[in-house]
Nanobody, 122 residues
Framework: QVQLVESGGGLVQAGNSLRLSCAASGRTSSNYAMGWFRQAPGKEREFVAGISSSGGFINYADSVKGRFTVYRDNAKNTVYLQMNSLKPEDTAVYYC???????????????WGQGTQVTVSS
């Protein structure tokens, strides 16, 4: 079992930045690929970013490329999502996820966090 706890969400104005954190605990969490998803009201949950267990492979959704950066600190069992140049359309609940690979994270992660709300005002 892997437990994931997100933090760092909040209310920000458009153009500003926010950093989300996802603390992982449980069985060898550093061996898992990690990812971020988001779900806006009335919309389906969508993939945002993923990072391999070593951090050597990273994948982003087109909508956030160039603005968001995902990275991890395996010594702290924590994955981060640095979000810059935020837009109102980035408003959503952001979820952390874990899986055996980025492919698994994107297609059907085995573990989810509880989510953290990000609201971007115009």
């Amino acid at each position: 079992q892997v437990q994931l706890v997100e933090s760092g969400g909040g209310l920000v104005q458009a153009g500003n930045s926010l950093r989300l954190s996802c603390a992982a605990s449980g069985r060898t969490s550093s061996n898992y690929a990690m990812g971020w998803f988001r779900q806006a009201p009335g919309k389906e949950r969508e993939f945002v970013a993923g990072i391999s267990s070593s951090g050597g492979f990273i994948n982003y959704a087109d909508s956030v490329k160039g603005r968001f950066t995902v990275y991890r600190d395996n010594a702290k069992n924590t994955v981060y999502l640095q979000m810059n140049s935020l837009k109102p359309e980035d408003t959503a609940v952001y979820y952390c996820a874990a899986g055996a690979s980025i492919f698994e994270v994107k297609s059907g992660p085995g573990y989810w966090g509880q989510g953290t709300q990000v609201t971007v005002s115009s």
